[in-house]
């Protein structure tokens, strides 16, 4: 029988004469699947915070925010966007240069976006406060086209609380249907 000590020896060089193996870990990050919410026309801001987290998730935000000379970084940054906005959106972004271009780019494109969206509110805000009962219309039409257009309103970004609606009528409706 032998004892413990022995063992160990005689593991221990056997260890030692083995050749010695490296292990290269090489961590894959993954953009291509399905969880990338999509950009419309509506959603920008959390499109571009949502991104931005799942990005500096997967070590990628730098890419955009700084810019990178890592290829492999770059193109992973710049799958990550291109999988996360309409098709028409595509051949233009993947043309650029850079993930940090493609970024500055629909940045860029907002912008135009928000003050045309603006715009836009300023003129429904505008037909909300001028917004008359017509000649023949019924109380229900009224009501429909107040409703419209303050859904309008609100993809706009301008919300209308009910009490504020509501006070439409009296300022609105003929005093008959009051």
Known sequence: MTDGSEMGD???????????????????????????????RTNYGEWAVTMKVKLRARQLWNAIDKGTDNEEDDMSALEAILAAVP???????????????????????????????????????????NL??????????FFLHLQSLI????????????????SKYPHSVPVKYI
């Open 10 to 40: 005689s593991s221990g060089a056997d260890v030692a004469a083995q050749p010695r193996q490296e292990v290269v870990v090489r961590t894959m990050r993954e953009v291509s699947d399905t969880s990338w919410s999509t950009l419309t």
């Open 87 to 129: 098709a028409e959106y595509r051949e233009l972004l993947g043309a650029k240069n850079s993930a940090k271009e493609a970024w500055e780019a629909m940045a860029a494109m907002r912008v135009g976006f928000d003050r045309a969206k603006k715009a836009m509110a300023q003129l429904l805000k505008q037909d909300y406060a």
């Open 151 to 166: 859904s309008k309103l609100k993809r706009h970004g301008v919300t209308i609380d009910e009490e504020e609606a509501v």
């Open 132 to 141: 008359k009962f017509k000649n023949g219309e019924s109380v229900e039409d």
